[in-house]
């Protein structure tokens, strides 16, 4: 017998190794270094060259990189401070109508990967909605739209990547529901920080915990642990679960703390009960 993290281990494992062996490399030449990447991005940062000022520069260190190369690691648009900080207020200021949306990959004990879709409320750091599939597309997304909002919804404001499924479709459609569709910038996960960690929340406290066999058993672990995180978990931004948890006063001295067991073990909710 082995320990339940030994089992997620080898499976994380073949997951690697098996893509591994079916994935060749592409025709190019080798990817540079990433100390080379990082004094391409410093230098691009900090004094706003172009490709072939920093590969001028670069010459003079005795680093040999072309001018194509640079450019390829040149940010598009440098980030703004000022800029930054105005996405920062808007989302303050306008949290308590504001929800976020993303996806995120789970691979299943046959290496297939399934597709996770969820919604979240900034105000309240509630999940509203979640599904998965294997096949997303930008119907099903609409799909999953209205059946978060089946009525007026009380969001003014959804903020999502630039993923290549919210197509002008899937905006129009979001338009049509009353929602104003806010899109973040390119590589700037930052403007939508709520739904990510999420993402990270989810995989550090249930799936590096378990191996998925298929889209039924994701459907249901996801069910639970989304159950304990909008009625249980005590968010520190807010210092509540996001449906409210009411304080629960020792009803005595002969009472004790007990743990009842949440997502399986993985998660407790501690209360008090009568001492035997």
Known sequence: MVRPETVVRWHRQGFRRYWGSIST???GRPPISEETRALILRRAIENGWGARKIQ??????DIRVGTATVSRYIPKTLPDPSRQQRWITFLRNHREVITGMDFFVVPT??????YVWFAID????????FNVTEHPTARWVIQQLRE????????????????????????????????DPKRTEFRSPWQNGTAERVV??????LLDH?????????????????????????????????????????PSKHTKVIGI??????HHRYCWRQAA
């Open 25 to 27: 490399p592409g025709p």
């Open 56 to 61: 001028a520069e670069l010459s003079k260190l």
């Open 109 to 114: 004990v046959r290496f297939r990967l399934l």
């Open 122 to 129: 900034h105000g309240r750091r509630r999940i509203l909605h």
């Open 148 to 179: 978060t909002f089946p009525d007026e919804p009380t969001h003014r404001f959804m903020i999502y990547d630039n993923d290549a499924i919210f197509s002008s479709a899937f905006t129009h459609a979001m338009e049509s529901f009353g929602i």
């Open 200 to 205: 990270g929340s989810v995989r550090r406290e």
């Open 210 to 250: 378990v191996v998925v066999l298929g889209e039924g058993h994701l459907r249901r672990l996801l069910r639970e642990y989304v159950d304990y995180y909008n009625s249980e978990r005590v968010h520190t931004s807010i210092a509540d679960a996001p449906v409210g948890r009411r304080v629960e006063p020792r």
């Open 261 to 266: 067991q949440r997502v399986g073990g993985l």
